[in-house]
């Protein structure tokens, strides 16, 4: 398969407490999927763990990009991670196993300036695809704003550790 990345790294979003995806969650997985089944790249790498409901969101996430079709040795798991700076650091070493350098990265629009500092400060290049809802709704615009302070939080921790 003539591919333009080895990888896509998805980011994890919340699992409802019925155990299924949340808007964001499903937004990203069905973009990934999306990019996928187009060709753009030959392996998904679903990333985030049991955060807030006992099931690791990379489970659900695999769970639906199995469901749509994509063939299960295609759809790999880090089922670990609490939060970004986590989905980075326990990704960078599946990469490295795996020999992946042609990466990218995909989560909301609105996260990738944060999740691209992140990674960056973890030494991945990755290339940016932002998932983006149908309709622009007011949780859409909120999290926009809660990204400010969440990328000063960012900085003081990304600085505090390395």
């Not at 060709?39 to 469901?67: C, F, I, Q, W, Y």
Request: hydrophobic fraction near 50%.
């Amino acid at each position: 398969m003539d591919v333009e990345f080895q990888c896509a790294i998805v980011l994890g979003a919340k699992v409802m407490e019925d155990g299924t995806a949340s808007p964001a969650l499903a937004r990203r997985v069905t973009h990934a999927v999306a990019l996928a089944q187009a060709g753009k790249v030959a392996n998904l790498l679903m990333s985030g763990g049991p955060v807030n409901h006992p099931t690791p969101e990379a489970h659900v996430m695999r769970d639906m990009a199995l469901a749509a079709g994509l063939a299960p040795h295609r759809v790999h798991v880090e089922d670990r991670s609490r939060n970004t700076i986590d989905n980075a650091r326990l990704s960078a070493a599946i990469l490295a196993a795996r020999k992946w350098e042609s990466v990218l990265l995909v989560t909301d629009s609105f996260h990738l300036p944060r999740a691209r500092l992140i990674f960056s400060a973890h030494g991945l290049r990755v290339h940016p695809s932002g998932a983006r809802p149908d309709r622009i709704s007011v949780e859409w615009v909120l999290a926009h704003l809660r990204e400010i302070p969440a990328m000063a939080k960012t900085l003081v921790r990304l600085h505090l550790t390395g």
